[in-house]
């Protein structure tokens, strides 16, 4: 099975402009999530979308928004961006929307965006 | 926020030794995971121990967890140079799929 893909996995973007990000999730896995990671503020959940609903979120501003198709395919928006959005943003997927049979997520390689 | 933390941030050890890693955390949990992460790439999934369970193994990794102290370990047993990287600890509480992890420990093998 192809593993999580995430595109592109670069971004350069000036502040004020908005980016959208994607993600594929591995082929059967319903539930998607969004984490930042930067050096300051470490792993930060940002959303998770199980079956084009959004489940669960982060402590996120609004500038923050993502959306999944019906594929399980996930995309995630930042608009307006900020200096302090440049981060790795990792997308992750799993089989099981259920809590008892959680069984880890798998992460993709990620988008490293630079706010300049 | 961040659910707890790492000890140590940061550990240097030759091949063939040991490295443990500690992790701390906040409130109830479903369960803990571990994950590695090389080089600000993407975590791959290490190992899961659920609330009820005090320890587990899988190859050289051997988990523990005291939910009573509300702190797990990492122990890699014969290290290899190719597990340099930063390994973090992550809970799910009963919110579902949405992992909160800690600061990481960032290991160094030295072959």
């Known amino acids: 099975k192809a593993g999580v893909t995430q595109t592109p996995r670069y971004l350069i973007k000036t502040r004020g402009q908005q980016v959208t990000l994607s993600c594929s999730p591995i082929?059967?896995?319903?539930?998607v999530s969004w984490y930042q990671q930067t050096p300051g503020q470490g792993l930060q959940f940002l959303f998770e979308?199980?079956?084009?609903?959004?489940?669960n979120k982060g402590n996120f501003p609004g500038r923050f928004s993502g959306r999944q198709f019906s594929n399980s395919r996930s995309e995630m928006n930042v608009s307006t961006l900020e200096l302090g959005d440049s981060a790795l943003y990792l997308c992750?997927?799993?089989?099981?929307?259920?809590?008892?049979?959680?069984?880890?997520?798998?992460f993709g390689p990620g988008t490293r965006l630079t706010v300049t | 926020s961040q659910q707890g933390e790492e000890d140590p941030q940061a550990l240097s050890i030759q091949e063939g030794e040991n490295a443990t890693m500690n992790c701390s955390y906040k409130?109830?949990?479903?369960?803990l995971q571990w994950y590695r992460q090389n080089s600000g790439r993407g975590l791959v999934h290490l190992i899961l121990?659920?609330?009820?369970?005090r320890e587990k193994h899988s190859g050289r990794l051997r988990v523990t967890l005291d939910t009573s102290k509300k702190s797990s370990s990492l122990l890699i047993t014969a290290s290899r140079a190719a597990d340099t990287a930063s390994y973090f600890c992550?809970?799910?509480?009963?919110?579902?799929?949405?992992?909160?992890f800690g600061g990481g420990t960032r290991l160094m093998v030295k072959p």
């Open positions: 409130t109830s949990i479903n369960n």
């Open positions: 992550a809970t799910e509480n009963n919110a579902g799929n949405m992992l909160t």
């Open positions: 979308y199980f079956s084009e609903t959004q489940r």
């Open positions: 992750a997927s799993s089989f099981s929307g259920q809590t008892t049979g959680f069984v880890g997520q798998y």
């Open positions: 121990i659920r609330s009820n369970e």
């Open positions: 082929s059967g896995h319903r539930s």
